[in-house]
């Protein structure tokens, strides 16, 4: 009746495990910095591997010219390039984490428990 106790007991302590790496990790990911930019530099943004935009810089130049559409238009493409360089950071750290397991749906999941939304 017990027997599978064991087991349980393994489980869960592995469970505790993993849950202090995605911790670790997590911090690991707020401390990432990568840079996007557009307009041959004119705009430049960083985010952290949890996505978060920290920063943006535009140049003097694009600021006196005042075009509000190109300057809107930049912004998306340099928060854009930002976001999916975190996201293949953030990628590479999840198949540490794992191992290098491709196991479906997992980094969607640890994603969601990091709380990067993905």
Known sequence: ????????????????????????L??????QRVKGTA?????????NGLLEVLHCRLSEQLVRE??????EDLLVAAVNQAIG?????H???MKQLTGGLELPG????LSKLLGGEQ
Do not use: H, P, Y
């Open 1 to 24: 009746m017990f027997k599978g106790l064991g087991g349980l007991g393994a489980l869960l302590k592995q469970a505790q495990q993993i849950g202090g790496k995605m911790q670790q």
């Open 26 to 31: 997590n911090e690991e990911l707020k401390q």
């Open 39 to 47: 307009g041959g530099e004119m705009v430049e943004v960083e985010v």
């Open 66 to 71: 005042g075009d509000r559409e190109l300057i």
């Open 85 to 89: 360089k975190a996201k293949q950071q």
């Open 91 to 93: 990628a590479e750290s």
């Open 106 to 109: 997992m980094e969607e999941t």
